[in-house]
């Protein structure tokens, strides 16, 4: 197996492989490998191809390089069965030992990710990555909103506004107060995904935003969001939450994915969300 790092001339040609190859995520495949292959300024990263046949994208965790991860991989139903998905994670593991990864990871590289992990459905990838030697260290899930329903958008308005609460939409050129409060508050990963975003509502207060939403990682995704810890209790997050997936829903989207989640009980509550996607997260030492 011969394999050769991408250039952008291939950018085309693994769209379509990766269409052909992800079963579960055959839509969203161009947006994946496009969003990969545009990741944060500094992140250090590469795509391998055997061919026509296989592709595997690699990245350096920003916040720890000691640490690497295997963001996609991909080898086309006509090529399955000849070793070429062991070949691709065997390069791509050179390839992260040469830049100073100890530990590889199949599981997302925020802010800029796939997946959270491996899909619990993707069988036969879950299956390689046990055969190499990875450990399932995590699950995570995602959460899937139903759009079609009455979202009550606009029916908290008025109390927010008794509170001294306004909520604004952020256009992608106007994101930069937005993206300081997320960096001030979390860190520069929600702070990237703000920038990056689709769409994006915020809520100020006393001329100081307290609160986020963002929706567009990937075309139906819905995150991040997040609350100042002072303003917690008034109810923001809902208020930003239903706008956001009504842009969804205006953009032609039925449903909505809430990725990684964590506070599943507030997105179960909020809108009717449930658990949908499960994904297992592996890793393994390379030294």
Not at 173 to 198: S, Y
Request: proline share 5%.
């Amino acid at each position: 197996m011969t394999v050769r790092t991408a250039t952008g001339a291939d950018r085309a040609a693994i769209a379509g492989l990766a269409s052909a190859a992800l079963d579960l995520d055959a839509a969203a495949a161009p947006a994946l490998t496009a969003r990969l292959a545009a990741p944060p300024p500094g992140r250090l990263w590469t795509a391998l191809l055997a061919g026509e046949d296989g592709v595997v994208f690699a990245s350096l965790s920003q916040a720890d390089p000691s640490i690497g991860h295997i963001d996609l991989l991909a080898v086309h139903p006509r090529a399955r069965g000849r070793g070429l998905g062991k070949g691709l994670v065997g390069a791509a593991e050179h390839w992260l030992r040469d830049n100073g990864a100890a530990q590889a990871r199949m599981a997302g590289n925020p802010p800029c990710y796939a997946w959270p992990g491996i899909d619990v459905r993707a069988t036969p990838a879950a299956c390689l990555a046990e055969s190499l030697g990875y450990e399932r260290y995590h699950t995570a899930f995602n959460m899937t909103a139903d759009l079609t329903c009455d979202l009550g958008v606009g029916d908290d308005l008025d109390r927010l506004a008794k509170a001294g609460v306004t909520v604004h939409s952020a256009p992608p050129c106007d994101r930069e107060r937005v993206a300081a409060f997320g960096r001030k508050h979390w860190n520069d990963n929600w702070a990237w995904e703000i920038e990056h975003a689709t769409g994006c509502q915020y809520a100020v207060r006393a001329g100081e935003v307290i609160g986020f939403a963002a929706w567009g990682a990937r075309p139906e995704w819905f995150g991040p969001m997040g609350t100042a810890e002072e303003a917690r209790g008034l109810g923001v997050g809902g208020v930003l939450l239903r706008r956001c997936l009504a842009e969804q829903r205006d953009r032609g989207h039925s449903t909505a994915q809430i990725s990684w989640v964590g506070p599943m009980r507030f997105y179960a509550r909020a809108i009717g969300a449930r658990v949908e996607r499960v994904f297992w997260l592996y890793r393994r030492d390379l030294r």
